[in-house]
């Protein structure tokens, strides 16, 4: 069992800079993938980016490419998502996924809230 628990969202200003943090608890030397999605009000929930734990390799989305950045620490068993130039379409429920690419199962933290507004 693993459990992604986030924190870092609120409440910032077109243009501003967030920066999210997940910190996976459990068996986490069974995660091979973790992510970030988001759902906004009456849409569906969509991929931001992920990060494989071993090597490091990032995929991000079209939609925040050359915003956002993903980088993880593993000794803290910590996964970040930095985002910058913020738009109010970017406002949403941010969720953390740990993922098991051995069986195909994903562990979903509770998400945290990201307001962009002025």
């Known amino acids: 069992q693993v459990q992604p628990v986030e924190s870092g969202g609120g409440l910032v200003q077109p243009g501003g800079s967030l920066r999210l943090s997940c910190a996976a608890s459990g068996s986490i030397f069974s995660i091979s993938t973790m992510g970030w999605y988001r759902q906004a009000p009456g849409k569906q929930r969509e991929l931001v980016a992920t990060i494989t734990t071993s090597s490091g390799r990032t995929n991000i989305a079209d939609s925040v490419k050359g915003r956002f950045t993903i980088s993880r620490d593993n000794a803290k068993n910590t996964v970040y998502l930095q985002m910058h130039s913020l738009k109010p379409e970017d406002t949403a429920v941010y969720y953390c996924?740990?993922?098991?690419?051995?069986?195909?199962?994903?562990?979903w933290g509770q998400g945290t809230q990201v307001t962009v507004s002025s």
């Open positions: 996924t740990a993922n098991r690419g051995d069986i195909g199962y994903a562990y």
